[in-house]
């Protein structure tokens, strides 16, 4: 069982970076490949980026690549996803979610544990 708690959401302006955290219980975080998904007002939620149990691979959106940034610290269970030249579009409900076994996932239904969220809002 994984606990995940986000943070680091706000309102930004547009241009203006960010860096979410998402802090997970649990002794076997290393184990775990880990994403970013985020849910924008009326829309599905939608992938972002993840990363390998290692922090070896990444991969990311179209939407986000080379604005954003995931990675994990296993000695302090964290996953962070940093973002830069944020845009109005990119306001949504960021979630984290875990994974058991390895492999790349790109669809919320692959990914076991999930955080509930924290607020991303940038104006323009």
């Known amino acids: 069982q994984v606990q995940l708690v986000e943070s680091g959401g706000g309102l930004v302006q547009a241009g203006d970076s960010l860096r979410l955290s998402c802090a997970a219980s649990g002794r076997t975080f290393s184990s775990y490949g880990m994403g970013w998904f985020r849910r924008a007002p009326g829309k599905e939620r939608e992938f972002v980026a993840t990363i390998s149990s290692s922090g070896a691979s990444t991969y990311y959106a179209d939407s986000v690549k080379s604005r954003f940034t995931i990675s994990r610290d296993n000695a302090k269970n964290t996953v962070y996803l940093q973002m830069n030249s944020l845009k109005p579009e990119d306001t949504a409900v960021y979630y984290c979610?875990?994974?058991?076994?390895?492999?790349?996932?790109?669809?919320?239904?692959?990914?076991?544990?999930w955080g509930q969220g924290t607020q991303v809002t940038v104006s323009s």
């Open positions: 979610a875990a994974a058991i076994g390895p492999g790349r996932r790109l669809r919320s239904a692959e990914y076991d544990y």
